[in-house]
C-alpha cells in the first residue's frame, strides 16, 4: 500500500504496552499551539488527558494455559505404568489448533494498533529492546508468570502501531526507553516502590502508577525531539501535571488492571479489547 503524505498532527500520543493494558497520554496539539500564538486565549488550559485500553494479553494467556493443561492431563495416558502427556497426541494438537489463540492475540493486536493511529497524532513510544519480555521476565521468580510475560505480543503491538503509522502518513518517534517509568514525572525525582512494582511514591509525598510515568517521561523525552512550535506545546501541557491528577491517573490505571468478575472475564474471549476514557479535574481532559 502506498503510504499517506505526512499530515499536520493533532495531537501527541504517548503509549506503554503492558501484561494487560496499553496506556495512553494524549496532548491536544491544536489547544495547545493556539495557546501559545494567541495572547488573547491564555486561559485555556492546554489538554492532557490518559486513558487505558484493556488488552488482557496476560490474562488472555493464563487462561489458555490452563485449558492446555487440563487437555494434557486428560488425555494422558498411561503405557507400563509410564505416564504419557496428553499433548503428544493428535487429538490434543487438533484442540489447540481450534482454540486459535493466535488469530485471537492477532486480532487484539491489529485492534489496539487501529485505536491508536485513528486520529493524526506523532505517536510516541519508548524504545524497547528486541525482546522486551525478556527483560520483565527477569527477577520474576514464578513460572508461569514467567510463562504469561512472554506470552504478551508487546513487541508486536509496537510494530503494528509503527506499521499503520506508515501506512497513514503518522509520524512515529522512538524515545529511549532509560528509566520512563521508576522518575516523578513532575518532580523528577526517583520513586521508591514500597507496595510492590506497580505503584511508585515520589519522595515529594505522592503517589504515581509505573506505567503513568513512564508515558508523561516519554512525553518529556519526545520534547526534545519535535519542533521548537511542539515542543513548547507538549512542555505547557505537561507544566499543568500536579500531583492531583498523577494520583487520578494512577488509581484509573489500578482499576483497570483489576481483573473483571468471573463471568465478564470469559465473555471478553470474545469483546473486543475495551477501552476507558479518564479525565480527571472535571473537564480538564477534553478541553
Ligand atoms: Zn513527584
Redesign the pocket.
Known sequence: MEPETEKEPVAVTAFDVNENTVVVARIDLKIAVEKVTQWNRQWIQPSISIRVIKTDFGRLARRYGAIRRRWAEELSIEIGGKRISGTVTREFKKRVKRLREGDRKRDRVNKIAHQLTRDVAILVTENVCKKPQEEMVEGKKSPQLRHRIKQTPMKAVVEKVQDKATERGLRFVLVPAYRNSKI?P??G?ELSFPLGPKLGL?P?G?W?HRDVAAVLNMLIKAAERLEPEYAEALKRALSTVD?KALEEWSKAVVDAEAPRPAVLARASLMTPPGEEAVSPAGDRGHL
Do not use: I
Request: net charge neutral; with cysteine; aromatic share 0%.
Open positions: 516523578c513532575t518532580h525525582v515520589c515529594r505522592h504515581v500531583e
